[in-house]
């Protein structure tokens, strides 16, 4: 995107480019933790999903002063992102979900804000009463 101001003499140009990537895979059948897959009606098959994404991002934004031929980086940053989640069915009442982010952010003006990063981690159970 490009604006022009008449006043100042100068063109701010603004870009932004996201790249995205997914990818799951399941497995059937996967006895962990001594689970049993039941019989008759109470048969579980014990799947395990699991799930990997990546995301990367680039903002920036540049101003160009036309009457001093002057370009300066204004604002922008990098992003990266990676996730990680499985999830397993250990019986038809009780599922195990397990998580893994990490975040990092790159300013591109260094007077802005300083480069972050995070990592989040955990483990979920949910028992469920009634099926």
């Not at 160009?64 to 990098?78: I, M, P, V």
């Not at 003006?109 to 469920?128: E, N, R």
Request: hydrophobic share 35%; net charge positive.
């Amino acid at each position: 995107m490009l604006t022009l101001s008449t006043t100042a003499v100068q063109v701010v140009e603004s870009s932004s480019d996201d790249i995205t990537a997914g990818a799951g895979y399941k497995i059937t059948g996967v006895k962990l933790f001594g689970a049993k897959g039941g019989t008759g009606s109470a048969k579980v098959s014990n799947d395990l999903n699991m799930n990997l994404d990546f995301s990367y991002r680039n903002q920036n934004a540049v101003c160009r002063n036309l009457r001093e031929a002057t370009t300066q980086a204004t604002s922008g940053n990098r992003a990266v992102k990676v996730s990680f989640s499985a999830d397993y069915t250990y019986s038809r009442m009780l599922t195990l979900n397990f998580y893994y982010d990490y975040q990092s952010n790159f300013p591109l003006v260094s007077t802005a804000s300083y480069p972050t990063s995070t990592h989040d981690a955990g483990m979920t159970l949910k028992f469920t009463l009634t099926r």
